[in-house]
C-alpha cells in the first residue's frame, strides 16, 4: 500500500479525530501558540515599524536588529528560552515571537516610507494633526504592505511552531515528532500534511483580511495597474 493510501488511512480513522491527541484538539493548540506568538510581535513590531517609517529615521538600525531573530536559529531561540523558562508555553511563544517580529518591523517601516510626500503635506495643509494624519491618511495607504509583513510572519510562525513538541509543546507538530520517534512515517506525513494545510489557510486567510482591509479607493487604483502588468507580461 502507498503511503498517500495509508495517510488517507490515517485521516479516515476515527481514532485521530477525538481525545487529548486528535486532529481538533492539536489544531486548537497550535493555532492558540502562533496566534499569540504572532499578536506579541505585532504588538511590539508594528508601533516601532510605523513611527520610524512615518519619521523616516533610525529605520535601518531597527531593522537591522529586528533581523538578528532572523540570523538565530529558531531551533536554537527555542532551546536557549527552554534552558531560562523551562517546560511550558513560555519559550515556545518567546522564540516565534522572535521568528515574527522581523517582517512586520521592515514591511510597516516601508509602508510608511512609500507614502506620497504629498499626501502628506496635503494633510498637514487640511489641518490634521500628528496623530490623526498617521491614522487617517497614512496607514489606510500603508495596509497592503503591512499586511504582507503580518501574513509572513503568520505563515512562518505556523510552520515553525511544530518545533514546540521537541520541549512536549502541542500542536500539529507532536504528529511529525512522534511519528519520526515511533517509526510511524504514516502518522509523520499526515502531521507534515496538516501544517501544510494550516499555513495556506492563514496565507488565504489574511489575504481576504487585506482585501476587506484595504479601502475601496485604493482597490479600485491598483486594479487597472495590475492589468496593466498582466498585459505587458502577455
Do not use: C
Request: neutral net charge; glycine residues 8%.
Amino acid at each position: 500500500m502507498s503511503i498517500l493510501a495509508r495517510v488517507a488511512q490515517w485521516f479516515a480513522d476515527p481514532a485521530h479525530w477525538t481525545g487529548t491527541d486528535g486532529i481538533p484538539t492539536r489544531l486548537v493548540q497550535h493555532i492558540q501558540l502562533s496566534a499569540e506568538s504572532v499578536l506579541i510581535g505585532a504588538v511590539i513590531a508594528l508601533p516601532v515599524g510605523i513611527a520610524l517609517g512615518h519619521y523616516g529615521r533610525f529605520g535601518n538600525l531597527a531593522i537591522n536588529i529586528s533581523n538578528v531573530g532572523r540570523a538565530v536559529p529558531s531551533f536554537a531561540l527555542l532551546v536557549l528560552a527552554f534552558q531560562i523558562f523551562g517546560l511550558g508555553d513560555a519559550p515556545i511563544i518567546i522564540s516565534l515571537t522572535a521568528l515574527a517580529i522581523p517582517p512586520m518591523v521592515t514591511n510597516s517601516y516601508v509602508a510608511m516610507q512609500e507614502v506620497d510626500p504629498d499626501v502628506k503635506d496635503a494633510a498637514r495643509g487640511m489641518g490634521y494633526r500628528e496623530l490623526a494624519q498617521v491614522m487617517w491618511v497614512e496607514l489606510p495607504l500603508a495596509v497592503p504592505l503591512l499586511m504582507a509583513g503580518i501574513r509572513t510572519s503568520a505563515v512562518q510562525v505556523v510552520a515553525t511552531a511544530t518545533l514546540a513538541a521537541l520541549i512536549a509543546g502541542g500542536g500539529f507538530g507532536r504528529y511529525i515528532i512522534d511519528g519520526l520517534d515511533q517509526q510511524d512515517y504514516t502518522k509523520l506525513f499526515a502531521g507534515a500534511v496538516l501544517v501544510a494545510l494550516l499555513a495556506l489557510a492563514t496565507e488565504l486567510g489574511l489575504a481576504a483580511a487585506e482585501r476587506l482591509l484595504v479601502p475601496r479607493g485604493i482597490r479600485l487604483l491598483r486594479a487597472p495597474s495590475a492589468r496593466r502588468v498582466t498585459y505587458k507580461a502577455a
